[in-house]
C-alpha cells in the first residue's frame, strides 16, 4: 500500500509530518499517529478541519456545500476528515500550532454491562472500562465529549457522545441511534451481549458547558441529547443552578426517551425547564405537534436577555437552529453545536 508523508504547516509557521496510505483520511492518519488536529464531525459538516491543499494531490470526498463552497474547493480548501491523499501532501491550516494536541490516543478495552432498547431504534448503552496501568480504572472527560467504539473485527471508528458524567468507576454510558445497516448498529443489534468486550478511544471534542452566566438553552435531537444529558447531570451533580431548559425533539412521540430521568432531573435543578417537542404525534401524546426549531425560534424572540444555546443532533437541525438563532440577533459565540451527521 503506498504510503505518502503529509506535512501540515500551521499559522504561527510550525510544521506537523506525519503519513497516510490512500485508505484512511488524512485527519484519521494524524490521529493513528497521536495528533489530534481540530475536528468536531468528522463528517464534512462543521468545517472546523479545514485546510488549504499547498501541493501534492488530494482527493476529497462528500461534503456540504455550505461548509466548503465552489470558490474554496478552488483555492484548494479541503477538509481533512473527507480527505484522501493521492501523493505526497504540504498542507496550509488556518489555526495556530496550539490548537494541535500531540497525545497518544490510548484505545481501552471495555465490558458491556447493559445494553437496552430506549426507544425505537435507539439503545442505551452501558460500559465498564477495564483498568488501564497508565489510565488508571476511572472514565475521565469532559461533560459533552465523545468516544469512538471500535467495529469488532475491523479497523473502523465511531463516535459516539458520553451521557454519563466522569467518574472513577470507569462507567460510561452512550444512547445509540441504530442506522439501517450500520456496521456498529448491525453488531449492537445482532451480535452484542453483556459481558463482551468493545474497544474504546477518546474522549474528544470541544462541545462543553461554558461558564458565561447567562442561562443556558439545550436543544436535542433524538440521541443528541446524550451529551447534553451529560452536562445536565454534571449541573445537577455540582448544585449549578444556572437557569436552564432542555427542547428535545423527535418526530413522534415513540421516538423520545428517558422522560423520566429528566423529570427527575428537573428535581434537582429548580431552574430547568424541560420541552419535549414531537412534530408527528400519535394519539396518545398530551400536547399538540411542535416542531423543535419553531419552537425555539418562537422562545427565542420572547426572551430579554439571549442565552447561550447548545444544540446537538443531525446536520438539519444544528443548521436550522443556527439560522434561527441568527435571525433573533444571537451573537455566533452564544452558540455552540455539535453534528452528528445528514439524519433524516
Ligand atoms: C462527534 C459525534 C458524536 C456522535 N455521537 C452520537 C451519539 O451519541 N449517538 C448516536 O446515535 N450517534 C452519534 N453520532 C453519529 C454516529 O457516529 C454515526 O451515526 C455512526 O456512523 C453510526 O455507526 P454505524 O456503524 O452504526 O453506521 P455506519 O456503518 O457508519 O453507517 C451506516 C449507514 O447509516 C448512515 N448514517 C450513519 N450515520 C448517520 C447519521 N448520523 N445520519 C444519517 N445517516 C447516517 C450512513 O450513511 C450509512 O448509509 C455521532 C457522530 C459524531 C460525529
Ligand atoms: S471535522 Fe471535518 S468537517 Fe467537521
Request: aromatic residues 8%.
Amino acid at each position: 500500500m503506498n504510503d505518502y508523508a503529509i506535512s501540515l504547516e500551521t499559522r504561527d509557521g510550525k510544521t506537523f509530518a506525519f503519513h497516510s496510505n490512500p485508505q484512511e483520511s488524512l485527519l484519521e492518519a494524524a490521529l493513528r499517529q497521536d495528533i489530534l488536529l481540530p475536528a468536531n464531525c468528522r463528517s464534512g459538516s462543521c468545517g472546523s478541519c479545514v485546510a488549504r491543499v499547498d501541493s501534492g494531490l488530494v482527493q476529497l470526498t462528500e461534503v456540504s456545500s455550505s461548509v466548503l463552497d465552489d470558490a474554496q474547493r478552488a483555492q484548494g480548501q479541503v477538509l481533512l476528515c473527507r480527505s484522501y491523499a493521492e501523493s505526497d501532501v504540504r498542507l496550509i491550516a488556518p489555526y495556530p500550532s496550539d490548537k494541535v494536541r500531540l497525545q497518544q490516543i490510548i484505545v481501552r478495552k471495555a465490558t458491556i454491562d447493559r445494553l437496552e432498547p430506549l426507544a425505537q431504534d435507539t439503545v442505551g448503552l452501558w460500559l465498564q472500562l477495564q483498568p488501564h496501568d497508565a489510565l488508571g480504572a476511572g472514565a475521565e472527560f469532559e461533560p459533552g465529549q465523545y468516544m469512538e467504539l471500535r467495529v469488532p473485527g475491523t479497523d473502523q471508528w465511531r463516535p459516539f457522545s458520553i451521557a454519563s458524567i466522569p467518574n472513577w468507576d470507569g462507567a460510561l454510558q452512550f444512547i445509540i441511534t441504530l442506522r439501517p445497516d450500520g456496521l456498529l448498529s448491525n453488531h449492537l443489534r445482532q451480535q452484542a451481549q453483556v459481558g463482551q468486550t468493545l474497544e474504546v478511544r477518546g474522549p474528544f471534542g470541544e462541545f462543553n458547558l461554558q461558564e458565561t452566566g447567562r442561562a443556558r438553552w439545550f436543544i436535542a435531537g433524538g440521541s443528541g441529547l446524550a451529551p447534553e444529558l451529560s452536562m445536565l447531570r454534571r449541573m445537577a451533580d455540582w448544585g449549578d443552578d444556572t437557569p436552564a431548559r432542555l427542547y428535545f425533539g423527535a418526530r413522534h412521540d415513540t421516538s423520545l426517551f428517558l422522560l423520566d430521568e429528566l423529570d427527575a432531573l428537573k428535581q434537582q435543578l429548580p431552574g430547568l425547564a424541560v420541552h419535549p417537542c414531537v412534530s408527528r404525534p400519535g394519539p396518545q401524546w398530551p400536547e399538540p405537534a411542535r416542531n423543535i426549531v419553531e419552537a425555539f425560534r418562537a422562545d427565542l424572540a420572547q426572551a430579554a436577555r439571549k442565552p447561550d444555546v447548545y444544540v446537538c443532533g443531525s446536520d438539519r437541525l444544528v443548521a436550522g437552529i443556527r439560522d434561527a438563532a441568527r435571525q433573533a440577533g444571537l451573537p455566533d459565540p452564544q452558540l455552540f453545536g455539535e453534528s452528528f451527521g445528514a439524519m433524516t
